[in-house]
Nanobody, 115 residues
């Protein structure tokens, strides 16, 4: 059974940092493009960052997070991490990781940025 589990969310002040991690069981994350999405109440889920599969190390970032967020793989741990820096209140959301090609999703982790 495939499971994606996010961790690392929390509450921070504006300008703070968090590191989210997406861990997988039953799935080698290196075989798939992995994406991070986020969603706030009343809004559609939006893509934040994506990293290609092992043969394609390309990355994609939503314009509003470029230069602040960084997605990376840890093959040894079978995780895909999302480093969130210089966080802003508008980054507040539930963050999800996904393997879109297989429609596998985690349960989400809450990120709250507030003074």
């Amino acid at each position: 059974q495939v499971q994606l589990v996010e961790s690392g969310g929390g509450s921070v002040l504006p300008g703070g940092s968090l590191k989210l991690s997406c861990a997988a069981s039953g799935l080698d994350l290196d075989d798939y493009a992995i994406a991070w999405f986020r969603q706030t109440p009343g809004k559609e889920r939006e893509g934040v960052a994506c990293v290609g599969h092992r043969s394609d190390g390309g990355t994609y970032y939503k314009d509003s997070v470029k230069g602040r967020f960084a997605i990376s793989r840890n093959g040894a741990k079978n995780t895909v991490d999302l480093q969130l820096n210089n966080l802003k209140p508008e980054d507040t959301a539930v963050y999800y990781c996904a393997a879109p090609a297989r429609n596998y999703w985690g349960q989400g982790t809450q990120v709250t940025v507030s003074s």
